[in-house]
């Protein structure tokens, strides 16, 4: 057993910028889901989905880490109502939603705010 090789290995993360619980219970008017801005750098646990911005919107956030508070308000624009159309709901009332899910609520807030994210079709095609 000296050279016992182990079994298992701790996931090595990059912390995510922004953290969003994925279940939870809300009133109407109170959302069931939270967005958390990650200022301290953990490393999320399982009990948050990730979420690493991408593409001009991560070298916006490089060149510009204070547009972070900015997308940090855009997120908490999101409604009760989006969150709890793309996710499911239990018979208990608990709320669940899959990355997939929370990936098809609308960034029209964010495009709006935020032209220069909008890529040129000729862009996506690259």
């Known amino acids: 057993m000296r050279k016992h090789t182990p079994w298992y290995r701790q996931e090595q ?3 995510a910028t ?17 967005f958390v801005w990650n200022r301290s750098q953990a490393v999320g646990t399982n009990l948050y989905l ?4 991408k593409g001009r919107l991560a070298g916006l956030l490089k060149n510009c880490p204070d547009a972070a508070a900015d997308v940090f308000a855009l ?6 109502d989006e969150l709890r159309g ?3 709901t239990y018979g208990s009332g608990l709320h669940k ?17 935020c032209p ?11």
Request: proline share 7%; net charge positive; charged share 30%.
């Open 86 to 88: 793309e996710g499911r």
């Open 18 to 34: 922004f953290l969003c619980t994925y279940m939870g219970r809300g009133s109407r008017e109170q959302g069931p889901f939270r």
């Open 116 to 126: 220069d994210l909008v890529m040129e079709r000729q862009e996506l095609l690259l």
């Open 97 to 113: 939603i899959e990355p997939g899910e929370l990936a098809r609520v609308s960034a029209a807030a964010f495009l709006k705010r």
């Open 50 to 53: 990730l979420m690493y911005p």
């Open 13 to 15: 993360r990059d912390p």
């Open 75 to 80: 997120l908490q624009q999101v409604t009760a």
